[in-house]
């Protein structure tokens, strides 16, 4: 079997900003790759029966804020409940991120990076100056990056991971696909590790 783990997530995540560290770093220690698949959930959402946050019902919408602090807690990182900048776009850090992916470049410090403007410094991750001020922070050059995230096959590549995801069983983020098998938010990666550990095969559905 493949030693690749597909990464599915958007940096709008909370959830995913909560995992990222600790993923890539049992990802590491376990000698598997990591695959990272931005994905947008405005378009995995309506094909799979899930619902942007302001629909839900208020009793989910308070048990996620004491799930945040439970996590945020657990994990010994800093978190924003409510950020200024939320909801928000994510695309353009989406595609940035895929961009670098692609072209082989600092996409887990960038990821990173985004996810700690959004959830602890409050910032606008739909603001192109952002993004500038973190590519530049990475020794990137911010125009060339952030022109290769807008042209057509990035866009058209950020689309199929759309597709990819939903016949792939991926219906929110963060999602790690191990061998096909979806392990969905980061509260799950104890049992992906115990599966990495182990290498049994992929559960499937009965």
Same mark, same amino acid.
């Given at each position: 079997?493949?030693?690749?783990? $597909?990464?599915?997530?958007?940096?709008?995540?909370?959830?995913?900003?909560?995992?990222?560290?600790?993923?890539?770093?049992?990802? /590491?220690?376990?000698?598997? =790759?990591?695959?990272?698949? &931005? %994905?947008?959930?405005?378009? @995995?959402?309506?094909?799979?029966?899930?619902?942007?946050?302001?629909? +839900?019902?208020?009793?989910? !919408? =308070?048990?996620?804020?004491?799930?945040?602090?439970?996590?945020?807690?657990?994990?010994?990182? !800093?978190?924003?409940?409510? &950020?200024?900048?939320?909801?928000?776009?994510? $695309?353009?850090? $989406?595609?940035? =991120?895929?961009?670098?992916?692609? /072209?082989?470049? &600092? @996409?887990?410090?960038?990821?990173?990076?985004?996810? *700690?403007?959004?959830? @602890?410094?409050?910032?606008? #991750?739909?603001? *192109?100056?952002?993004?500038?001020?973190?590519?530049?922070?990475?020794?990137? /050059?911010?125009?060339?990056? #952030?022109?290769?995230?807008?042209?057509?096959?990035? %866009?058209? +590549?950020?689309?199929?991971?759309?597709?990819?995801?939903?016949?792939?069983?991926?219906?929110?983020?963060?999602?790690? %696909?191990?061998?096909?098998? %979806?392990?969905?938010?980061? $509260?799950?990666?104890?049992?992906?590790?115990?599966?990495?550990?182990?290498?049994?095969? &992929?559960?499937?559905?009965?």
């Amino acid at each position: 079997m493949q030693r690749v783990i $597909d990464y599915y997530y958007t940096h709008a995540s909370p959830w995913a900003y909560l995992g990222h560290a600790a993923f890539l770093e049992m990802a /590491d220690k376990q000698g598997y =790759a990591v695959r990272f698949r &931005p %994905v947008s959930l405005a378009a @995995v959402f309506p094909e799979t029966g899930g619902l942007p946050l302001a629909r +839900r019902h208020p009793v989910r !919408q =308070a048990y996620r804020l004491i799930e945040l602090q439970r996590w945020r807690a657990h994990r010994k990182v !800093q978190l924003t409940l409510q &950020p200024a900048y939320f909801p928000v776009n994510p $695309d353009l850090a $989406d595609r940035i =991120a895929l961009a670098l992916a692609i /072209d082989g470049g &600092p @996409v887990a410090a960038y990821t990173q990076a985004v996810f *700690e403007a959004l959830w @602890v410094n409050e910032k606008d #991750i739909a603001d *192109e100056a952002v993004h500038v001020a973190i590519l530049t922070g990475l020794g990137l /050059d911010p125009a060339a990056v #952030i022109a290769h995230a807008g042209e057509k096959a990035i %866009v058209d +590549r950020y689309e199929e991971h759309q597709s990819e995801a939903i016949a792939g069983g991926v219906f929110g983020s963060p999602s790690y %696909v191990l061998n096909g098998e %979806v392990f969905w938010g980061q $509260d799950r990666l104890a049992l992906l590790e115990e599966a990495l550990v182990s290498g049994r095969p &992929p559960y499937e559905q009965p």
